[in-house]
């Protein structure tokens, strides 16, 4: 199979013009399989010297196409795709998803499975920094930031096996609840791990903000305005180290955010430390968040009661006609969910992860798109880095965070 | 999210401005949709933005097979300051399937217009670098329409190579 690829890309223009007359530009393939692009990306740096005076990124190496996959799946069925997307805050695909489709139907979420929700989502978006964090540290040279942060994410991840059986991808999240209410003991390792973690995040801060090397890659390096962020659609971390305040938990509370007494971290200058420093302070909120919710989790139900939507409880059965009926018919055909489409955003660990559901009232979705914020952060990669040295490329990438599963989709 | 009046005062605003630029609006599960006539689509993202929806969280497309006309781009309009959203939404024919770019009032909408163009075929007037993002440059069809066949593509092995001279699909 030759593939051409000169005369493919042919139509990518670098549209920087060289500086000086004796100064040449040079076109560099950054990736596909660059440890440092966090992914499956292709950076297409023209370089002049050491100097970034242009990028292109090149997406679409790891596109497989689950947004058409959940076309042809039941309702039920989309959520282990969707959460496929974004693999590594998987719980927040999960929830758009089935927030999106519970408004579709109206569908009221008990408070428990919201508490639960919570508590799986930010231990999710803790699990999300870790990997950040260790990585970054890594691309920095750091290299063991790597083993304390997943040290940290391995016990997330016994936490979700606990409560799911599965450590990533938990198909925990389902329309109307959650699939099963926490198990013994789950608590009491959650509580060790919840009091743990602040002096764990504590010494993370004392090994790289005390370290000069460290000081000296992301002080001052790459930064960008406001403006241009919000021109171009960034959100999360990377808005709030600009010094915007937006976040989707604080300003349109969903799945009861608005019981909780948290902060929410702004950086000043939008640097790369402050791109770090957001995400650190971050650690801290998530924790305190987890903290309420265990303490105030209420009693009742961990999914909605409607047998419409949610599956009857196994002991029914062997006992209950009707709860044998309402089975088949979930297992089988699935629910109908009106018709009409919605948009619901929610606060990923990369900004704001919205799901748009069309319904055309059979049981099967006509359509689901992600906005997925990875996919926007990434256009901002080429203003940031453009005139910075390839060395502070790798570092502002690194501080951008992007997961190439919720890109490519 | 403005409410069923504050939506239907929205359109009139905007139909003051042009009579023609709206065809109708939508207020279902408390999301406004303003349904634009396409020819008039960037007047409109451009009064919406001049109101205070300055931020375009999401540009995405859908296709409404069978019903005409069958491709539609909806932008997820948001204004930070009164935490308010507002949908815009144009529906243009699959034979004539050209809708203005947003880019120069929000650059943001720059992947998110190529993705619509790579997955549905929109073509977006005025997109600096209108070219497929996702799929490879070379593919032919738009996978995200109705009517493409779900899980045709054939996977390329060693023991299969030259079998597809090339062409994927």
């Known amino acids: ?409 | 999210m403005p409410d069923a009046t504050g939506l239907e005062l929205i359109a009139h605003e905007l139909r003051e401005a042009n009579p023609d630029c709206v065809l109708g609006t939508v207020f279902f599960r408390g999301r406004a949709v303003v349904l634009a006539d396409p020819p008039h689509v960037h007047e409109i993202l451009e009064l919406l933005k001049a109101k205070g929806y300055d931020f375009l969280a999401s540009l995405h497309g859908c296709d409404y097979y069978p019903e005409e006309p069958r491709l539609g781009v909806l932008y997820e309009l948001l204004d930070m300051k009164q935490v308010d959203r507002i949908t815009v939404k144009a529906r243009v024919h699959i034979d004539a399937p050209q809708i203005a770019s947003a880019v120069d009032l929000w650059p943001g909408a720059d992947h998110p217009e190529r993705e619509v163009y790579d997955m549905f075929g929109v073509e977006f007037e005025g997109h600096p670098d209108l070219r497929r993002i996702l799929m490879p440059e070379d593919y032919e069809g738009f996978p995200q329409r109705r009517d493409f066949p779900l899980g045709g593509e054939p996977v390329h092995f060693t023991y299969n190579e030259g079998q597809y001279n090339g062409k994927s699909g």
């Open chain 1, 1 to 409: 199979m030759a593939t051409d690829y000169r005369s493919r890309e042919e139509s990518i223009t670098l549209s920087s013009e060289p500086v000086g007359e004796s100064h040449e530009l040079l076109s560099l393939n950054m990736g596909p399989h660059h440890p440092a692009t966090h992914g499956v990306l292709r950076l297409l740096v023209t370089l002049e010297g050491e100097i970034v005076r242009d990028l292109k990124p090149i997406i679409g190496y790891v596109h497989t196409g689950i947004e058409k996959t959940c076309e042809d799946k039941s309702y039920w069925k989309v959520i282990p795709c969707v959460e496929r997307m974004d693999y590594v805050s998987y719980y927040f695909n999960a929830m758009a998803f089935c927030g999106a489709v519970e408004t579709l139907m109206g569908v009221e979420v008990p408070p428990r499975a919201q508490y639960l929700r919570v508590i799986h989502m930010e231990l999710n978006r803790l699990a999300s920094h870790m990997i950040w964090l260790g990585t970054s540290a890594l691309d920095l040279g750091a290299v063991s930031m790597f083993w304390y942060c997943f040290r940290e994410r391995e016990t997330i991840l016994d936490l979700f096996e606990m409560s799911s059986g599965q450590r990533m991808h938990t198909r925990y999240f389902q329309v109307g609840g959650v699939i099963e209410d926490i198990p013994t003991g789950f608590a009491a390792k959650l509580r060790k791990f919840l009091d743990a973690m602040p002096a764990r995040a504590d010494q993370f801060a004392a090994l790289l903000e005390k370290n000069e090397i460290v000081l000296q890659r992301l002080r001052d390096v790459c930064p960008l305005d406001e403006k241009t962020l919000l021109g171009l659609g960034v959100t999360g971390p990377l808005l709030r180290a600009a010094g915007n305040p937006w976040d989707l938990r604080k300003a349109a509370p969903y799945s009861s955010y608005d019981h909780f007494d948290f902060k929410i971290p702004v950086g000043t200058v939008g640097d790369n430390y402050d791109r770090y420093r957001v995400r650190h302070a971050e650690i801290y909120e998530s924790v305190k968040i987890i903290d309420q919710a265990l303490e105030g989790l209420p009693e009742g139900d961990h999914i909605t009661t409607d047998r419409k939507v949610a599956l009857p409880p196994r002991h029914e059965l062997a006992t209950s006609m009707e709860a044998l009926i309402h089975h088949f018919k979930l297992v089988t055909e699935g629910f109908r969910v009106p018709p009409g489409e919605v948009y619901y955003p929610i606060e990923s660990p990369r900004g704001e992860l919205g799901c748009f559901v069309r319904s055309d009232g059979s049981a099967k979705p006509a359509r689901v798109h992600m906005r997925d914020p990875s996919f926007s952060n990434l256009m901002a990669t080429a203003p940031m880095v453009k005139d910075a040295y390839i060395a502070d490329l790798i570092a502002t990438l690194a501080m951008l965070d992007p997961i190439l599963g919720g890109i490519d989709r």
